[in-house]
Every structure is written in C-alpha cells, then in structure tokens.
C-alpha cells in the first residue's frame, strides 16, 4: 500500500506538467526537418503518458514472448493514427483512451499479463491509433519533409524505449526479485494513467 501511494504521488506531480510538455518545441510547429526530427525524439519521451505506455508495451511484449513484434505492431499503428489525423479525421475523447491504455498496460503488467499475444499484439496496434492521432497535433500543417522527419524519429523512439524496456525486462526476469519488479512496473503504470484519465476528464 506504502508503495502505492508513492508511485501513485509520483504519477500525479509528473503529470501535473504543462500541456505544452507534451511538445519539445514549446507547442511550436516544425518548420525545418532537424526540428521534424527533434520534435519526434521529444514527443513520445516528453509525453508522460505515452512514454508510460511505451515502456509498459516493451515489458509486456517480453512477458508474452513477442520480443520486436509487439513493439513494431504498437509503432505500425501509431504511423496509422498519424495517417488518419492528417486526413482530417476526428477520434473522439483521444486522450481519455490513451489514458485507459496506460491504466490497460499497467494492470496487464501487474496481474502478470495472462492474455494471448495475438489479442496483446492486436491491442497494440489499436492504442498505436490513438496515441498516433496525439503525436501527428504536433505537425498537422507543416511541410511534408519535417512531417516525414517527425514520423521516422517518432517511431524509431518509440522502438527503442520499448526495446530498452523489454531487454531490462528480460534482465530482471532471470532474478528472484521480478514479482516485486513487474508489480511496481506495473502500479507506477496504472498510475500514471490513471492521473491522465482524471485530469481528461476534469
């Protein structure tokens, strides 16, 4: 419970960040490709929730035994989200289901992730969606170089904090200490998504 309530206190104070956070140019738009790729770097570390969920999607893609393939489904359907934001397209309540993404991987975590890869790997590319249509705000009406910049800095950071998680993951599992690691992985998540839900819905 004591472990709880710090990560839940932690959750809350980073999420308590400005709006602008989300975005490493100060919610300025691209206009050259090195801002396209810095901007693209930044989004998914600076967005606490979707480095939340970036990281719980590489533990649990360990934890099912997917390895690269569940990471890559997550950045497929981020592209995807991307696509379907520049097309003018409106996913009502977005943040509220990036938020219950987070909360999903983190209890998914918790609990020790019983559930089929398939069904994890399709739950993926469907929260790549949603958290795809936030990161493409960022660039909506740049040039097309600095948005192509930002789609391939954005996905091979989201690939390599994912991978990063997974191969600490790994490490930990080897050791007598994973049942504490993945709970608190796990809580620290759920958290954190459930601090963005609040303010979401606020």
Do not use: N
Request: glycine share 14%; charged share 5%.
């Amino acid at each position: 419970m004591r472990l709880t309530a710090v990560l839940t206190g932690l959750a809350a104070v980073i999420a308590a960040t400005p709006a602008l956070a989300h975005h490493p140019l100060g919610g300025a738009m691209p206009e050259t490709i090195s801002q396209g790729l810095l901007s693209g770097v930044g989004h998914p570390i600076i967005g606490v929730d979707h480095l939340a969920f970036i990281i719980g999607a590489g533990i649990i893609a360990v934890m099912v035994g997917r390895g690269l393939t569940a990471p890559l489904a997550l950045v497929a359907g981020a592209l995807l989200g991307a696509v379907i934001h520049f097309g003018a397209v409106t996913i009502p309540g977005a943040e509220i289901l990036i938020a219950l993404s987070v909360i999903i991987a983190g209890r998914l975590i918790f609990t020790g992730a019983r559930v089929g890869a398939g069904l994890i790997m399709a739950g993926f590319a469907v929260a790549g969606i949603v958290h795809g249509y936030a990161y493409a705000e960022a660039v909506v009406g740049a040039e097309q170089t600095v948005i192509a910049a930002y789609l391939i800095s954005f996905s091979v950071t989201q690939l390599v904090i994912a991978c990063g998680a997974g191969a600490i993951a790994r490490i930990v599992m080897r050791g007598k200490s994973w049942s504490v690691a993945h709970r608190a992985a796990g809580m620290g998540i759920a958290a954190v998504g459930t601090v963005f839900l609040t303010q979401a819905v606020v």
